[in-house]
């Protein structure tokens, strides 16, 4: 995942909001694989994935229940710098 695009999924929760993959520019797969990510990373907490499919791929994210963690605000702060 690039840079940027951890930067714009940060972004987005550190406002308030939401992202999907279309807001932050990518398709489902990349968006859902970055999601992924930033949980694994623990900038992210209460992120709940459906997989299936070949590879296990991620199919749906569910972040209604996620937010931001303060690692995650502070890699998005720096990055905004």
């Known amino acids: 995942m690039s840079r940027q695009l951890k930067k714009r999924i940060l972004q987005h929760f550190v406002q308030g909001r939401i992202p999907d993959s279309a807001t932050v520019g990518v398709d489902d797969v990349e968006f859902g694989q970055a999601i992924e990510d ?3 990373e623990r900038l992210l907490s209460g992120v709940v994935l459906q997989r299936g499919g070949s590879g296990n791929r991620v199919l749906q ?8 963690t303060e690692a ?9 710098e």
């Not at 994210?61 to 931001?68: A, G, N, P, Y």
């Not at 995650?72 to 905004?80: F, I, L």
């Open 72 to 80: 995650g605000e502070k890699y998005a702060q720096n990055e905004a």
């Open 61 to 68: 994210t569910f972040l209604d229940e996620t937010s931001i």
């Open 38 to 40: 930033l949980a694994e």
